[in-house]
């Protein structure tokens, strides 16, 4: 499943990895003050690093195990050893 993307920005395709999108096409530019008719809809080289690297990182998130992270460990403590409230709480 793919995506031939021609709006502006990345986010469409982010949006179509969730979805199943294994394939994301999209216009790239090196420079953006090019002339071109596709130039508007194309994406530059940091786009293109985001890109790939939102992209990875949304299809790794999907399905699979959850580890706890060692920088997570500290909250996960305090969390599940009391409750938090920010309003008075009545008995009963």
Not at 26 to 45: E, M, Q, R, Y
Not at 50 to 77: A, C, V
């Amino acid at each position: 499943l793919g995506l031939s993307d021609h709006s502006l920005g990345i986010w469409t395709c982010l949006a179509a990895v969730p979805l199943g999108a294994c394939i994301l096409e999209k216009h790239f530019t090196s420079d953006k003050t090019w002339p071109g008719p596709d130039v508007p809809i194309s994406i530059d080289p940091d786009e293109l690093r985001d890109l790939i690297q939102g992209s990875n990182i949304i299809f790794r998130s999907l399905g699979g195990t959850k580890e706890i992270l060692k920088e997570e460990q500290p909250t996960i403590d305090f969390a599940y050893a009391c409750v938090v409230t920010i309003k008075p709480i009545a008995k009963g």
